[in-house]
T-cell receptor, first 113, second 116 residues
Framework: NAGVTQTPKFQVLKTGQSMTLQCAQD?????MYWYRQDPGMGLRLIYY???????DKGEVPNGYNVSRLNKREFSLRLESAAPSQTSVYFC????????????FGDGTRLSIL | AQSVTQPDIHITVSEGASLELRCNYS??????LFWYVQSPGQGLQLLLK??????LVQGIKGFEAEFKRSQSSFNLRKPSVHWSDAAEYFC??????????????FGKGTHLIIQP
């Protein structure tokens, strides 16, 4: 009954360090997403993967890369972290069709010093 | 491009009173609309969704929402709120690009405070 699992839950990085956020879903969903949440901004789409083997940019992709490792896993990488990337990151998954609701993980709270 | 506006950043309601949270959207075609709730330190939970058909949709926890195309609105309502309803509420619109799910566009959220 796990749903969408994100690791780690918390992380502090120094400017310039790299890091990969992990996400895995056990609902056999085709589509997966990465969002960031900043105070007063709602959630903004970073990247998404409509199906295994494809990835596309969302609203705020700069400074990030993603990998759809297999159907279950979708990782987000910060190559050179910047303070502006301090945020809460959410992974979500859904069925492929547009009318399928997204299921969210509990988030990764990332601070860049 | 689609957009979502939630005009109220904060709303305070007394326990047992009725609630309406406003949501206005901008989208060129038939919108696919969602309301999510987020408790502190948690992820987002789906309350309800609208795709087509009946414009009044029922969700979990006693919530409902009404789609009004003429007003480009999808307001969330609850007849009687409970202290456990205190949370952040997000309205979102989904796009339909070739039938696939491209990701949601969220409003900035409404923070609901419940007074005893």
């Amino acid at each position: 009954n796990a749903g969408v699992t994100q690791t780690p839950k918390f992380q502090v990085l120094k400017t310039g360090q790299s890091m990969t956020l992990q996400c895995a879903q056990d609902m056999n969903h085709n589509s997966m997403y990465w969002y960031r949440q900043d105070p007063g901004m709602g959630l903004r789409l970073i990247y998404y993967s409509a199906s295994e083997g494809t990835t596309d940019k969302g609203e705020v992709p700069n400074g990030y890369n993603v990998s759809r490792l297999n159907k279950r896993e979708f990782s987000l990488r910060l190559e050179s972290a910047a303070p502006s990337q301090t945020s809460v990151y959410f992974c979500a998954s859904s069925g492929w069709r547009y009318n399928q609701p997204q299921h969210f993980g509990d988030g990764t709270r990332l601070s860049i010093l | 491009a689609q957009s979502v506006t939630q005009p109220d950043i904060h709303i305070t309601v007394s326990e047992g009173a009725s609630l309406e949270l406003r949501c206005n959207y901008s989208y060129g075609a038939t919108p696919y609309l969602f309301w999510y709730v987020q408790s502190p330190g948690q992820g987002l939970q789906l309350l309800l969704k609208y795709f087509s058909g009946d414009t009044l949709v029922q969700g979990i926890k006693g919530f409902e929402a009404e789609f009004k195309r003429s007003q480009s609105s999808f307001n969330l309502r609850k007849p009687s709120v409970h202290w456990s309803d205190a949370a952040e509420y997000f309205c979102a619109v989904g796009s339909n690009s070739g039938g696939g799910a491209d990701g949601l566009t969220f409003g900035k959220g409404t923070h609901l405070i419940i007074q005893p």
